[in-house]
């Protein structure tokens, strides 16, 4: 992915409290001195899962691509602010989350996602859970995106209530109000699906 030159105004770079590993402090030292060629690392570590994050919340792979791009290109030009108090993933989520959301709120985004684009996207999984997973793929777009966003982050980035609220901005408490409304909002759609018991409320 090549970065476009186009600076941001905003510091999404504020509120988490999570440590920098030592890898991580190293990429921050050199792109606060200017060592642009980071990025590609970044991007190898980070691309993929933020693309499929990306696209699990607008549903169109080319809004995806677009909404990476912003993340970068966003975390590039504020890193000057980058206290190193947050992993580099936490801020990535909560840049690529505003991205997406500006998104949605420009586009109408309402269509079921399709299923060859979901296999490409989706976590490819052999748990017994694999179909119920697909399931959550094809409804999700039919959730607001403050619903949407914390479910893909907890059921397909694997991180914590705690983590979700870093990247949200928000308390513990409001992540799960959301995880519970998004749930009871998907189930009726996994049912038609098959899957009558809806995902798993292990929060």
Not at 54 to 70: K, N, P, S, W
Not at 137 to 145: D, E, F, W
Not at 164 to 187: A, H, P
Request: some cysteine.
């Amino acid at each position: 992915m090549k970065l476009k030159s186009t600076p941001h105004a905003s510091n999404p770079l504020k509120g988490c409290a999570l440590l920098l590993n030592e890898q991580e402090q190293a990429w921050v030292d050199q792109l606060q001195a200017g060592q642009i060629s980071v990025m590609e690392q970044l991007i190898d570590t980070y691309g993929s899962r933020m693309k499929r994050t990306a696209f699990l919340m607008t549903g169109d792979e080319g809004v995806a691509e677009d909404c990476v791009q912003e993340m970068f290109i966003s975390f590039y030009f504020n890193i000057r602010f980058f206290r190193a108090d947050a992993s580099i993933g936490t801020y990535l989520y909560r840049i690529l989350m505003n991205a997406c959301k500006q998104k949605l709120r420009n586009q109408w985004f309402h269509k079921v996602m399709p299923t060859d684009e979901l296999q490409e996207y989706g976590e490819k999984s052999i748990e017994e859970d694999a179909l119920r997973r697909m399931a959550i793929h094809k409804v999700l777009a039919r959730l607001k995106p403050k619903y949407r966003e914390v479910l893909v982050l907890y059921y397909f980035n694997q991180l914590t209530v705690d983590e979700i609220g870093l990247v949200m901005n928000e308390n513990s408490n409001t992540i799960k109000t959301r995880m519970k409304r998004g749930r009871e909002q998907l189930r009726p759609y996994l049912e038609r699906e098959g899957f009558g018991n809806g995902i798993p409320e292990n929060v």
